[in-house]
């Protein structure tokens, strides 16, 4: 048996970071086992289902790296063939017709609520002679689904679940307009791709019940069920916009990387021992359904952003170059220059250690192909050029532009000697050097990121600085 798995989302909207973390678990699964992963677009709702959505989720998943197998399968395609199982159970005496009119649905849902009772299908056509049909009413095809003892479905994660037949009605594979429901379209779709094991989360563990008494109907082999518990957010309230139930495009944009986006989702509701940071080489070979918890995790911006730190020190210093000088060349108007690119890959070391997100990465490089509008915007920065900064930064101007070498080592010499000579500490130069070249007050090492500016554009910030310090004085 080749394990295949699938991820079948609507689309209705964009892909939702519960999705995403389903389509993972799909994914590591398949990879695990040397299977197949499948994508399958329920999209049966013609009129909720937009181009853009399928368009959002395909661009999702291919950021993610959820890479996956064989074409895309389109469920509004296969209408015919899952009108076409439908009917051979009708055929076989295993479905029925239902006229029931809207009004007798309504009447029976209506009694069922004042007698305080499961609101059902009572089953008034299920064995009616459908010579007495009304006029004018286009009948559904239901399930002739078993009314004695249970349904019961092994379940990989929530364990064995089962259900008195009883408490479920016949329900409806065709609608009067011929059109199939979720639950047959799922079904078929699944057999027809051969998915073994369908992982999914836990709002469809009711839904297996129905399908599963469907395949039983069919005479199909039923798929291994996984239902995963559904994300929380820190307050252990339901997963909302306000927690961060965001589509998976806006993490991208938020700064993070696709593989600390693997690695956290990975991490909520499954576990390899106490590990934290896992590859997904690792995940790959370590995945199982046994190790996801049967109880809801909760979202966590912080624990998020300190993954992606993590992960943007360990990244190619070239990748994170190619990943912010869209968002830099935007900002400034125009392209990143040779000598700009080649400015912010010599400093990218030091800058990443410092991130935890590309946003945070492009503002704190920025400084590297713009120097500072004086007065400064930020204000710790400007608090640096003020008082004594100002003239500290003009003496040691002086000072470096007579260096033979234009070399880290020598200039912390320089600065250094000029600080002992005051009786001062190096920070207290230092700091306003920073704030002079960069803007900021915090940065990677300034005789690196004088190193890199060169000779010439450091000792121009450092004289518009102390120029722009001495306007505000006069």
């Given amino acids: 048996m080749t394990v295949t798995t699938r991820f079948a989302p609507s689309p209705t909207g964009f892909l939702h970071i519960g999705g995403a973390r389903t389509a993972l678990f799909n994914w590591l699964f398949a990879r695990h086992h040397g299977g197949r992963y499948r994508l399958r677009i329920e999209d049966t709702d013609r009129e909720r289902s937009t181009p853009e959505a399928i368009e959002a989720i395909l661009a999702g998943l291919d950021w993610l790296g959820l890479d996956w197998d064989g074409d895309v399968v389109y469920q509004s395609a296969n209408r015919e063939r899952h009108a076409a199982v439908a009917q051979a159970l009708l055929d076989k005496g295993l479905a029925y017709r239902c006229y029931c009119t809207p009004a007798e649905l309504a009447e029976m849902r209506e009694a069922a609520k004042a007698e305080g009772r499961p609101v059902r299908y009572d089953g008034r056509w299920?064995?009616?002679?459908?010579?007495?049909?009304?006029?004018?009413?286009?009948?559904?095809?239901?399930?002739?689904?078993?009314?004695?003892?249970?349904?019961?479905?092994?379940?990989?994660?929530?364990?064995?679940?089962?259900?008195?037949?009883?408490?479920?009605?016949?329900?409806?594979?065709?609608?009067?307009?011929?059109?199939?429901?979720?639950?047959?379209?799922?079904?078929?779709?699944?057999?027809?791709?051969?998915?073994?094991?369908?992982?999914?989360?836990?709002d469809h563990l009711t839904n297996a019940f129905r399908q599963t008494q469907l395949y039983n109907a069919l005479d199909w082999d039923v798929p291994v069920f996984a239902h995963v518990p559904l994300l929380h957010g820190p307050d252990g309230a339901k997963l909302s916009k306000r927690h961060g139930a965001l589509g998976i495009a806006a993490y991208r944009d938020m700064g993070y990387l696709p593989e600390a986006m693997r690695n956290y989702l990975l991490r909520l509701g499954w576990a390899h021992g106490d590990e934290e940071i896992i590859s997904t080489a690792q995940a790959i070979e370590w995945f199982s359904l046994e190790a996801i918890g049967r109880s809801p995790s909760r979202f966590d911006f912080a624990k998020l952003e300190n993954l992606n730190g993590h992960y943007m020190r360990e990244a190619d210093d070239a990748r994170l170059l190619a990943l912010i000088l869209p968002g830099l060349g935007a900002r400034l108007g125009h392209e990143i220059d040779a000598t700009g690119r080649d400015r912010l890959l010599a400093g990218m070391d030091s800058l990443k250690q410092r991130a935890k997100t590309l946003i945070e990465l492009s503002d704190n490089a920025l400084f590297f192909v713009s120097p500072p509008d004086f007065p400064l915007e930020n204000q710790k920065a400007a608090k640096l050029l003020a008082g004594d900064g100002a003239g500290l930064v003009s003496e040691a101007a002086d000072r470096l532009a007579d260096l033979e070498t234009w070399e880290p080592q020598a200039m912390e010499s320089l600065v250094r000697e000029m600080a002992e000579q005051r009786g001062i500490g190096l920070g207290k130069i230092a700091q306003p050097l920073r704030a002079a070249l960069t803007g900021s007050n915090v940065s990677p090492g300034i005789f690196e990121i004088m190193q890199i500016l060169g000779r010439e554009d450091s000792l121009e910030r450092l004289s518009r600085a102390t120029a722009g310090a001495a306007s505000r004085e006069t």
């Fill in 126 to 202: 299920r064995d009616r002679d459908p010579a007495e049909a009304p006029a004018g009413v286009d009948p559904v095809i239901r399930l002739k689904a078993p009314q004695e003892g249970e349904t019961i479905i092994a379940d990989a994660v929530q364990g064995e679940v089962r259900i008195a037949n009883a408490q479920l009605d016949d329900m409806v594979m065709l609608r009067s307009d011929g059109t199939p429901t979720y639950m047959l379209s799922v079904v078929v779709d699944d057999h027809d791709m051969a998915i073994t094991h369908v992982i999914r989360g836990d």
